[in-house]
């Protein structure tokens, strides 16, 4: 027995020493995989993406401010946002609109996307303790998801495990792409914590029957609980510790 005790208490000090986790708590983990959302919540993507819609939409007969163009597209697929872009320009929403809208995206993504802070510790910490059942569900295009994710570090982590939107029948806020993450993953949607920073996100967690934790840097915190987030934190340092009490 004071074997069995000297040998717990090594194996933790071994864990503060070195970041580790003990496989005592991994047992009692309340989650068995986490879904993370990328734009807002593992990438500083929005306002990248918003001022090149913002420029594009000028263009075309509808001035706004950056902060106007955020409140009416974040969370959502433009395609999703046609008729809104329609009744405001006086023009269709286009192939052409689009291609040249990825093609302003793309490159301003390319030379100022940043990582969430300390989400690197964060991921690195909830990919050990759920044993790499973790995955990115996004609302998002294929290329753009692996443009960030590789731009600022993060895509080993989810490399084989990157869901999108466009590539489900029906994006956020349906649930496909949760479901189809679980899925993939062999986890009940129950059993998976999905983290997301919009109520459009909230919304399609909750309808894939997931906990939902809404990362609300922003001091969006109600927004995200009235759309049915479990729970609300403020700040990537506060992930791991939260993710371990479950």
């Known amino acids: 027995m004071v074997l069995r005790r000297r040998r717990h208490a090594l194996t933790r000090h071994v864990g503060r020493v070195f970041g580790l986790t003990p496989n005592v708590d991994n047992q009692r983990m309340k989650f068995e995989a986490v879904l993370f959302d990328c734009d807002g919540v593992l990438v500083d993507s929005e306002a990248i993406t918003c001022g090149a819609l913002r420029d594009m939409l000028e263009e075309s007969g509808w001035t706004l401010t ?61 990919f050990h303790a759920c044993q790499g059942q973790i995955a990115c569900a996004s609302g998002a295009d294929r290329f753009k998801i692996n443009l960030m994710l590789g731009k600022v570090g993060l895509l080993d982590f989810f490399e084989g495990r990157i869901f999108s939107g466009h590539e489900v029948p029906h994006t956020k806020p349906a649930p496909d792409v949760y479901l189809a993450a679980a899925a993939h993953l062999g986890k009940d949607p129950k059993r998976c914590l999905a983290v997301e920073d919009t109520p459009v996100g909230v919304a399609a967690g909750v309808a894939a029957g997931a906990t939902v934790w809404g990362y609300a840097a922003h001091g969006q915190g109600q927004v995200l609980r009235d759309a049915g987030a479990a729970h609300v934190f403020h700040c990537m340092t506060e992930f791991p510790a939260l993710f371990d009490a479950g």
């Open 66 to 126: 950056l902060q106007q163009c955020m409140a009416h597209f974040v969370g959502h697929a433009v395609r999703n946002r046609r008729d809104l872009i329609e009744a405001h320009t006086g023009k269709p929403l286009t192939d052409a609109f689009m291609d040249e809208f990825y093609r302003r995206r793309n490159l301003r993504l390319d030379n100022e996307i940043t990582a969430i802070a300390h989400i690197h510790p964060a991921v690195q910490h909830v």
